[in-house]
């Protein structure tokens, strides 16, 4: 049985298929999924699948760094009300991303560090995005680290040192289909952390591993992501299912 620790299914991208998507992923065992908000526009949607099936999917919140804009405060009022009505199991999606634009970067600081601080207070997870930020991340995390902070730096393409700093910190680290490409070094990293650290997900619809790799991600292809990680070990993939799923629902209380 498989966790896929991040995916976007309650997405436009799905309104389709939807059922048949979540029908394939329950046939490939996938047995919990993780849903991290995107901004107040998703919160509905979120919630509305979660309302669904809610032995399957489990809610986050969070304002994700690329919808930190100007009017970023209010989001997060709109959020934090959100906090106080329904069930969630973690803070997320948060984070620091300087590829689409480093002209909020001093926003998505304050925006990161505020989520943060919701975290700390109701003893809850943060899943972290980060992408061409690893140090600013890391730097502004380590200000307001405490030791019960805990959570996962969500679809990680670092080096092994920076995989070292996140394990240092108690943290786990998100492999998704980014593992199968074969531009990317992930895999020699990742061959070097023991699984006890990781999480598998998809962040579907987005980075479909190989053979899909440009088309739509489901969650049903953590598997493929599974599969790889257990190549790499050179162990079998029930045990990386297994380990990973644990890893989770440790983290997430699910």
Not at 56 to 67: K, N, Q
Not at 173 to 180: K, L, Q, R, W, Y
Not at 188 to 212: F, G
């Amino acid at each position: 049985m498989f966790v896929d620790s991040h995916s976007h299914i309650y997405s436009s991208d799905f309104s389709l298929d939807r059922d048949e998507v979540i029908t394939r992923a329950l046939e490939a065992g996938v047995e919990r999924i993780v849903l991290p908000n995107i901004d107040s526009s998703s919160v509905k949607p979120l919630l509305d699948l979660t309302d669904t099936l809610p032995g399957l999917f489990f809610p986050l919140l969070g304002l994700h760094p690329t919808s930190v804009k100007e009017d970023f405060r209010k989001e997060l009022l709109i959020l934090e009300y959100w906090l106080g009505k329904r069930k969630f199991y973690g803070i997320g999606e948060i984070g620091i991303d300087l590829f689409w634009d480093k002209s909020f970067l001093e926003e998505q600081i304050e925006a990161f560090t505020t989520q943060i601080g919701w975290a700390k207070s109701r003893n809850f997870p943060i899943v972290i995005h980060v992408r061409d930020s690893f140090d600013e991340t890391m730097e502004q995390l380590r200000k307001v680290y405490t030791p019960e902070l805990r959570g996962v730096f969500h679809s990680f393409t670092g080096n092994l040192e920076q995989a070292e700093q996140i394990i240092e910190l108690g943290f786990k680290i998100g492999i998704n289909g980014i593992i199968t490409f074969k531009n990317s070094d992930l895999g020699e990293t990742v061959k070097q952390i023991d699984p006890r650290h990781l999480l598998i997900e998809t962040d579907s619809p987005w980075l479909a591993p190989v053979p899909y790799r440009g088309k739509r991600n489901e969650c049903s292809y953590v598997v493929i992501v599974a599969n790889k990680i257990a190549e790499l070990h050179q162990t079998s993939v029930e045990k990386i299912a297994e380990v990973t799923s644990q890893n989770a629902k440790e983290l997430f209380g699910l």
